[in-house]
């Protein structure tokens, strides 16, 4: 029979078994050597050398360690040094710009399975484990039974209400002397922190943690141990990255980090997308259908890039009045629900390609993605929807621009001629799949589009809409054509009309 004060002493003691004295270890039910192959890369090592390791390994071969995160080629490498130093990484930078999947892609460097105790709570190395019963089981039994776990990622969600229990867990020396067992609850129980050894711990809104609980995360993670409830300081020798993020100072009531939390992490700043193509990529692979459904995102390149803009505008303090007056900017989530919204209205409507009628009437459906996701000054607060219907203008009118100065010159009276060929009674062209046949049929209207819109020649639905694009480009760039509900209507300028409503806007 084992005293109580023996196992008071194995808690503050440092167990760690090789190859000469450790117990049998048994996997699935057979015995394995776990220092031999396929098993000795899975245990006694620390997250840290596996990253290191992953690292070096894919600078060898000229390949990114971080496929997942698009773009930000130089936090990539900030995170790269900072890892291989041994830094835990703080990532600044507001909500929607990818700090959560950057420190998931950080993850992935970890082998994707562990070697460890079965039944601990905290993932243990069977060589050197730090719970207590692990501790008493290497030490008292001759078998000990183990098991694979998945890689570790663990969200530890900063939160203003956090309790000890939650962030550390409950461990009570007093419940051992009172004859309670190693495994019972009250003895150990691991909070969020400690269910991250050998893993990552992402610690979402760090400054959101209340700061007396901030001193014992300190505590853990540079000291290795915890000061419990009674007192007592136990040795916890928690083995995880540390990867952490927070919204600017002063945004949204965020606390501070505190000093000694904060120096011993490095900041990495988290920015929008730094270009569109990036946004539209990030919408992209993030749309519900794609996402959730693996399906195609069929959302056709020139719209993705006219509602990444109205986002990107928003954003864009330099350079337009409007963004000035908004407050909290839309990250790249709006951008991605723009996507979605625009591809459900054109889905409602038995379409898969979108047009510009799925932005909904007054844009509605821009306003649903939108609206939320900004905030605007005080004085301009009653007008947040007008400055939306503003943004699209201003997407439109940049993008509609490109796409019009675009169209080969030498092509364009026989293009302008061949869109009146096609057209129905009144110089009419309806934007409809039943009229695609007709559009397609002339020579210069498909070259013209599939030249400026090359996936036009995908589908139909493409051709189409790729077509409305230059119609619209048409109607706001010149005065030869306007839209009239769902068709666009030559308008009638008379002789050499043509001629000189192109001189007067063509730049
Ligand atoms: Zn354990």
């Known amino acids: 029979m084992v005293k109580r004060e023996d196992y008071v002493d194995l808690v503050f003691r440092d167990v ?18 776990i220092w031999d192959e396929p098993y000795i890369y899975y245990h006694s090592r620390s997250p840290a050398d596996y990253v290191r390791e992953h690292i070096v390994h894919c600078e060898e071969k000229g ?16 995170v790269k040094t900072a890892l291989m130093s041994g830094s835990a990484i703080l990532f600044k930078g507001f909500k929607g710009y990818g700090k959560t999947t950057f420190s998931k892609a950080i993850a992935q460097l970890l082998p994707s399975k562990l070697l460890t105790i079965k039944g601990c709570k905290i993932n243990d190395d069977p060589t050197h484990p730090i719970c207590f019963s ?21 969200r530890i969600p900063g939160d203003p209400m956090m309790t000890t229990r939650q962030l550390i867990g409950g461990i009570s020396i007093q419940k051992i002397r009172e004859g309670y067992d190693l495994d019972h609850p009250e003895v150990f129980i691991p909070g969020r922190a400690l269910k991250a050894n050998r893993g990552v711990g992402y610690f979402d809104e760090l400054g959101a943690i209340p700061s007396q609980l901030q001193t014992l995360l300190h505590e853990l993670i540079e000291e290795g141990q915890v000061t419990t409830t009674e007192g007592e300081i136990v040795p916890l020798k928690v083995d995880s990255l540390v990867i952490a993020a927070t919204n600017p ?19 990495i700043e988290i920015g929008p997308p730094e270009t569109l193509e990036e ?42 009045d409007i963004a000035r007056r908004i407050t909290s900017e839309p990250s790249c989530r709006a951008t991605i629900k723009l996507f979605d919204h625009v591809r459900s209205s054109a889905l409602r409507d038995g379409r898969r390609a979108p047009l510009l009628k799925d932005y909904g ?28 219907e503003r943004l699209v203008e201003e997407a439109l009118n940049i993008s509609l621009r490109e796409l ?33 046949e007709k559009l397609k049929a002339e020579k210069a209207i498909r070259e013209v589009v599939c030249k400026l819109l090359p996936e036009a020649s995908e589908n139909d639905e493409y051709f189409l809409s790729a077509v409305e694009m230059v119609l619209e480009a048409l109607s706001r760039c010149t005065n030869l054509i306007k839209r009239e509900g769902e068709s666009y209507l030559f308008k009638d300028l008379g002789v050499g009309g043509v001629e000189a409503g192109v001189q007067t806007m063509r730049g």
């Open 134 to 154: 692990c501790k008493r089981k290497l030490t008292e039994e001759d078998k000990v039974e183990l098991t694979w776990v998945p890689r570790v990622w663990v």
């Open 404 to 436: 019009y100065n675009a169209i080969p010159q030498e092509n364009f009276d026989e293009f302008l001629k061949a869109l009146k060929a096609s057209a129905i009674s009144n110089y009419r062209i309806p934007i409809s799949l039943d009229f695609v």
């Open 249 to 267: 100072a002063n945004y949204r009531g965020t606390n501070p980090i505190k000093e000694p939390l904060l120096d011993r992490m490095e900041v």
């Open 279 to 320: 946004e539209v990529e990030i919408g992209v692979k993030n749309m519900f259908i794609v996402r959730e459904k693996g399906e195609n995102p069929y959302i056709p390149p020139w719209h993705a890039r006219v509602l990444a803009r109205i986002v990107r505008i928003a954003r864009d303090k330099d350079r337009y």
């Open 63 to 78: 390949v990114d360690p971080f496929p997942s995160v698009i773009g930000k080629h130089r936090e990539k490498e900030l």
């Open 361 to 388: 009437p007054s844009y509605d459906h821009v306003k649903l993605a939108l609206l939320g996701r900004m905030e605007v000054s005080y004085e301009v607060k009653d007008r947040k929807e007008e400055m939306i």
């Open 16 to 33: 760690k078994v090789d190859e000469h004295n450790a117990p049998r270890f048994y996997l699935d039910g057979e015995e394995v050597n």
